[in-house]
């Protein structure tokens, strides 16, 4: 059965922190790894990884892929109160035009003034 | 540009009414899909569909019934509401070949 586990579950940091996310996944015929960011409302798309090592940076923001043991990582540094939210990790398997994506748990942050 | 419209935000339901959520994308995606949130749980897959006429099956389909006449509009039905259907409801699309699916900003169903 196709699984993504995210962990930790919940974080509580301090402002300047910085933090990691994990994201390990068993899927069939994988083909992307997304992740998001949801404040209250809809998930907003932060990265897609596609190949092992390659990172993909978007300001404070870093995420890396390894596909040999099957995890990803997402890097927030000198955390800010508007990072508090759910970072969701995503697994993209079958074909680009019928496959699905199959989410985990989710990780709940807090950053805290 | 409006993106993935969901309606309507929030509804309360009794046990055994029926209801449809509504969903339409404008952006000509071929791609759609509906999603439920529960706590701890993150987003599970209800239904999907990847053209006009073509639906399968999620995760999690039982109770919920869906169709696609038109690209644009995929409707998800609850025809027989149970407690256990609580929930926050999420609608996605994404052209065909993307991976990337956009969101709708959800609706939240509560079932007495």
């Known amino acids: 059965e196709d699984k993504v586990v995210q962990s930790p579950l919940s974080l509580v940091v301090h402002e300047g922190d910085t933090v990691t996310l994990n994201c390990s996944y068993e899927v069939t015929n994988f083909r992307s790894l997304l992740w998001y960011k949801q404040e209250k409302k809809a998930p907003t798309f932060l990265f897609m990884l596609t190949s092992s090592g390659i990172e993909k940076k978007s300001g404070r923001l870093s995420s890396i892929l390894d596909k040999k043991e099957l995890f990803s990582i997402l890097n927030i540094t000198a955390t800010q109160t508007g990072d508090s939210a759910v970072y969701l990790c995503a697994v993209g398997r079958g074909s680009s035009n019928t496959g699905k994506l199959i989410f985990g748990q989710g990780t709940t942050l807090q950053v805290k003034p | 540009n409006a993106g993935v419209t969901q309606t309507p935000k929030f509804q309360v339901l009794k046990t055994g009414q029926s209801m449809t959520l509504q969903c339409a994308q404008d952006?000509?995606?071929?791609?759609m899909s509906w999603y439920r949130q529960d706590p701890g749980m993150g987003l599970r897959l209800i239904h999907y569909s990847v053209g006009a006429g073509i639906t399968d099956q999620g995760e999690v389909p039982n109770g919920y019934n869906v169709s696609r006449s038109t690209t644009e509009d995929f409707p998800l039905r609850l025809l027989s509401a149970a407690p256990s259907q609580t929930s926050v409801y999420f609608c996605a699309s994404r052209p065909s070949g993307a991976n990337v699916l956009t969101f709708g900003a959800g609706s939240r169903l509560t079932v007495l």
């Open positions: 952006m000509n995606h071929e791609y």
